[in-house]
Every structure is written in structure tokens, then in C-alpha cells.
């Protein structure tokens, strides 16, 4: 009933709606629409990770360094190169929606014995379970950080409804989740984000170190404008977004299409 009250508020008295595009619109729109093409012309119900992580660096969402091999050679060569050790070797596929369940992520891997052994495990994962399309994605270790989730869906009678709340594989357990509708002012958003139950851990509870709560409504205004941008994206669910004092980095983010 709160989500209906502010649409029929807006709508009602003639409150001023939001711009029609975002700031990043006319810049990132050429290539994003080029990257729903290509997820388009293969028939994907998500867009690939490779695309996902694309659109992420565009709307100045962080994300850690990764890159999605086909052959451990090439995992191997690129934490050589560029991503180094400690790593984070995960399964990415169109049709896996949480890989926890069957052990799809290894982190903490701290040399080439490690990260052979455990690409070699997740290919037999993939052919174990029959995945499809499934590939392998090495990843960039990100220091511990407090695990929150923040997304949005598009309803077809209210709109947009932004997402934010403890995350984590226990997400769903712990159903610690603020939802408001779209679009919020900034400090909209802090409101949503004090009104969960982890909010005075992110404050700094018990003489712990706070975190910037301005930069986690930077993520939330981001995920709103890729929202408001392209209708053919469904939902935008980032889980986890690793937060601590230092950095904030989104750690697995899935964008579903229409």
C-alpha cells in the first residue's frame, strides 16, 4: 500500500516526473543496444557475463576484473598477465541462476595447481548438470566486505520497484529487504536503506568502522537509470554487492531481459 501511495501521489498531483533518459543515455546507448542484439539473435533469456560486466563499467557500476575462458590455458594466462593471485573461479551460464546450489564458485585460489584443479572440477560441473552454454570466469579476488543485494524488476502496474537489503547466499532466508517504487530522489534512497534491519551495521554498530552510505546509493541510482533507459531489461539483481569502509565492488550481478 506505501508503493501505490507514491505512485498515486505522483501521478495525482502533478509532482514532476523524472527526465525521459539518464546522464549516461546518449553516450552508452549505441553499444548497449548492440549488446541486447547480440543476446537477441541467441534467443538468451539474460544477458551473457561478458555483456552484463559491459554494461556495468558503462553506468560506473564497479565490478571486479574478470574474464570468461573457454580453456584453463587461457584462465591460467590471464591471471598470469593482469588478475593475479588470490582468484575466483566461477560457472556462467545464461540459464544458472544460483550457483551456490551446486558449488559453482571456488574461491580463495592461490596458485596454478589450484586454479587447474578447480577449472577441471567446475567443467565437470557443467557437463555433470548439463549446462548449457556454460562457461568459466575467472575473477579478480575481492577483499571481505559486508554482502548486500540491490536490484530492481519491472512490475506491469507500478513500474520500476528498486530492491535493497542484507544479501548473500541467505538472502532469501533472511528477507531483509526494503522495495520502493521509481523513481526516488537520493534521499529516497538513504530512506529505503535505513529502513532494513543491516542498516546500523552499515552505520558503524559497536565501534565498527561506517560505510559510505552515498556510494551505495550511487549503485542504487545507477541500476534505476539502466531501468529507465532500456525497457527490454526485466530485472537487475546484484548479489553480492561487497561493501566495507574501503570499496564498494558488485560481485555477481544477472540482468534478465523482457
Known sequence: ???YASYRQRTAYNLPMPPLKSPYYEQQHAAINDLYQQARVLNLATLPQA?????????HIAIPESYVCRQVDQAVLCVRSSIGYPCVLKIVAPTLLHRSDIGAVITDINNEIELREGFNHL????????????????????????????GATRDPNFGTILLFGSGGIYAELLGDVARCVAPLERGAMLD??????????????????????????DILKAIEYLMQDYDFIQSIDINPLLASPQDICAVDIKIALQ
Open 192 to 217: 529505503m536503506i535505513l529502513a532494513t534491519r543491516i542498516a546500523p551495521i552499515l552505520k558503524g554498530a559497536r565501534g565498527q568502522q561506517p560505510i559510505d552510505l552515498q556510494r551505495i546509493i
Open 123 to 150: 567443467e565437470a560441473l557443467i557437463r555433470e548438470h548439463h549446462i548449457v552454454d556454460g562457461a568459466i570466469c575467472v575473477q579478480k579476488c575481492v577483499e571481505c566486505g559486508l554482502p548486500l543485494i540491490v
Open 51 to 59: 555483456s552484463v560486466d559491459e554494461m556495468a563499467r558503462r553506468y
Open 1 to 3: 500500500m506505501t508503493w
